[in-house]
Every structure is written in C-alpha cells, then in structure tokens.
C-alpha cells in the first residue's frame, strides 16, 4: 500500500530535512527509482501491510538542537 505522502532530502544539501524534494519535477526520476526499489526489497523479504492497515497521518516532530 502507498503512503499518502512520499518524503526525499538530499541530505548534503538540506542535512536538517527541511525542503522536501519528492514534490519537485527535477526529482521525479529518482523518486520513482526509490518507490520501485523499496516494492522489489519489500518483496524480497515478504514484507506485507495486514490487510486492514491503513497508515496514520501524523504531524513531524519539531527537532530541537543546542540547548
């Protein structure tokens, strides 16, 4: 089953994860590239959602660094 939302950061530019890049067209390839790898490795080890799952939308944590 597909998340209702994808996330994608690039991580040397963006390391605190806050420009979420899986909307941008400029990344569309790499995306997809993603979602067919994680099918095939969810495949590969039989990992299944029940079938009555449903994924719970919930608000990101705020992180908070330095003291």
Do not use: S
């Amino acid at each position: 089953r597909e998340p209702r939302e994808y996330e994608l950061y690039d991580l040397q530019a963006d390391p605190r994860e806050r420009n979420n890049l899986a909307g941008d067209p400029a990344y569309a390839q790499t995306l997809a590239q993603l979602r067919t790898r994680l099918t095939e490795l969810r495949a590969q080890y039989d990992d299944h959602d029940p079938p009555d799952y449903l994924p719970e939308q919930q608000e990101p944590q705020q992180c908070h660094y330095g003291g």
